[in-house]
């Protein structure tokens, strides 16, 4: 079975720091494309970034410059690197692969 579980969401300052976390369950991620998607109050999901099985990364230009993301293969995890956080990055980020959208995690921006 396929699951995914993102972690490590909290509350914090602009221009402050969180890095995320997906562990990956019942596949291999380092032969999948994975993605970071997140969803706002009240609006729809957004493509955050995503990284394919050759390890090429892409982002939205709203998190370009800010954000990274990478994988570690060994634990089976995705990550994501967010750095110089603005209170519109608020959202649940969740992680993505196979078609399916793990639990997510909060991710609050605020003074």
């Known amino acids: 079975e396929v699951q995914l579980q993102a972690s490590g969401g909290g509350l914090v300052h602009p221009g402050g720091s969180l890095n995320l976390s997906c562990v990956a369950a019942?596949?291999?991620?380092?032969?999948?494309?994975m993605t970071w998607v997140r969803q706002a109050p009240g609006k729809d999901f957004e493509w955050v970034s995503s990284?394919?099985?050759?390890?090429?990364?892409t982002y939205s230009e709203t998190v370009k410059g800010r954000f990274t993301i990478s994988r570690e293969n060994a634990k089976n995890t995705l990550y994501l690197q967010m750095n110089s956080l603005k209170p519109e990055d608020t959202a649940v980020y969740h992680c993505?692969?196979?078609?399916?959208r793990g639990q997510g995690t909060l991710v609050t921006v605020s003074s």
């Open positions: 993505q692969a196979r078609g399916l």
């Open positions: 990284i394919n099985s050759a390890g090429i990364r």
């Open positions: 019942g596949f291999t991620i380092g032969n999948d494309a």
